[in-house]
């Protein structure tokens, strides 16, 4: 008997074979990269994409970025990268008992945050009052709008063109996983204009992805904020148990769920455990059957113009409710107390750094604004050469995506570097 090597054809048949009807399936899909490509011998669409986000820079850069709770307070803390695996695994648990593409869901989820700044949601927050006009960082600025910044497009941005790995920029992802990444959180068309994107395939004027598994990706995203940001509030002691257990969704879980523990440790643990699977199992039933719904009326099987997955309508006011408790007594205090303040002077300074003295940024980044002869003379802070880069349409974009590549720690240093302060945030 010869075993063989299991081609892309084989697999793809697998696919067709044993997934839903209504699953994603890889089969043809590398036709909507944006550069044209010859198909892997024994990989799918999907299996490629998700190895090309496990191998960018961005990725691994993740595992230096704050979620909520700073790094440094404590090793058991959620970084972005943490977050961005327990999205994973979420979403492929979901996947496999739906019955559809896990490698899609996987890929989706592992991207879906590279777009994220350091310090957290402070950083996005302070990138967007730069970019939008709003902050002129004391008049260092001209005020204008030049398009915002929210992570999902950002985390596009990454995938699409930041990246280099190849002969093209960025790393020439499928629609599907182009998709999912930018639609797993909400978009903002009226006021977000990000450059260099190519929405071939996106269905940018629909609010949801249009997979099944990018809307899997986008709801297991607040499952795991949602679990992850309770567990961690309880450890960093913002939060009680007894404030957690008069919470409406968790006496639910007390009452039915056998969770009368007596060790508070224990208790914690078990109560997050039973807090996941109840969320998760909500979900899978109630967009069963939307699914059996949707596909009875529209007579179609795998394109989604509306949202399917997600809560049911019984339990999503208690997981919103919950949201409401996370936000007004962790995530509140935690940003006071892991210096907001300290996270917002060290952005806010470093862009105007960047912009009044352009040579500061390495020069790959330049390249995008100013040819050899200009860099050069950037060097010698020749005023007519850092007034042609400031005259340049994507300059302030550049500085943008430079820091919002950044980790905690490279933003601490760089900017300790480049002030002459030694910074701890």
């Not at 892309?8 to 044993?18: F, Q, V």
């Not at 996370?326 to 210096?339: K, T, V």
Request: proline share 3%.
């Amino acid at each position: 008997m010869g075993f063989s090597i299991r081609t892309r054809e084989d697999l793809e048949e697998i696919e067709r074979t044993t997934l839903a009807p209504f699953a994603a399936l890889s089969a043809a899909r590398g036709g909507s990269r944006l550069q044209p490509e010859p198909e892997h011998p024994y990989r799918t669409a999907f299996q490629r994409d998700r190895d090309r986000i496990i191998h960018s820079r961005a990725f691994r850069r993740l595992k230096h970025k704050r979620q909520v709770f700073l790094t440094e307070s404590g090793d058991h803390y959620r970084t972005r990268l943490t977050h961005t695996l327990e999205v994973a695994q979420l979403s492929r648990t979901m996947a496999r008992s739906m019955g559809v593409n896990e490698d899609l869901v996987e890929a989706i989820a592992l991207g879906h945050d590279l777009g994220h700044t350091p310090f957290g949601h402070i950083g996005e927050v302070v990138l967007h009052e730069i970019m939008s006009g709003s902050d002129i960082l004391d008049g260092v600025l001209p005020g204008r709008d030049t398009g915002g910044y929210k992570h999902n497009y950002q985390s596009l941005r990454v995938v699409d063109a930041i990246e280099k790995k190849y002969q093209w920029d960025g790393l020439n992802l499928t629609a599907a996983v182009r998709e999912g990444i930018l639609k797993h959180t909400r978009l903002r068309r009226e006021v977000l204009r990000f450059p260099d994107f190519n929405l071939d395939g996106l269905q940018y004027e629909l609010d949801h992805a249009t997979t099944l598994e990018g809307q899997i990706v986008g709801v297991c995203d607040e499952i795991a904020q949602r679990t992850h940001d309770l567990e961690d509030g309880i450890r960093a002691n913002y939060v009680t148990l007894d404030q957690v257990r008069r919470l409406p969704i968790i006496r639910e879980l007390d009452q039915h769920g056998g969770l009368q523990i007596a060790d508070d440790f224990i208790y914690r643990n078990t109560l997050i455990r039973a807090l996941i699977n109840f969320l998760v199992t909500d979900v899978m039933e109630a967009s069963l059957t939307r699914i059996e719904r949707f596909m009875t009326l529209m007579q179609r099987d795998d394109h989604f113009d509306t949202l399917i997955v997600w809560f049911s309508d019984r339990v999503n006011p208690l997981q919103e409710e919950l949201d409401r408790f996370i936000m007004e007594e962790i995530i509140r205090n935690a940003s006071e107390e892991r210096g907001d303040d300290s996270a917002r002077r060290i952005i806010r300074s470093l862009f105007a750094m960047y912009y009044l003295k352009p040579h500061l940024l390495p020069d790959y980044r330049l390249k995008a604004v100013a040819d050899a002869p200009v860099r050069q003379a950037l060097v010698r802070q020749s005023e007519a050469a850092v007034a042609a880069v400031h005259s340049h349409p994507q300059f302030l974009r550049t500085i943008c995506d430079h820091i919002a590549g950044m980790t905690d720690h490279y933003a601490e240093a760089q900017y300790a570097h480049l002030s002459g302060e030694r910074h701890g945030c």
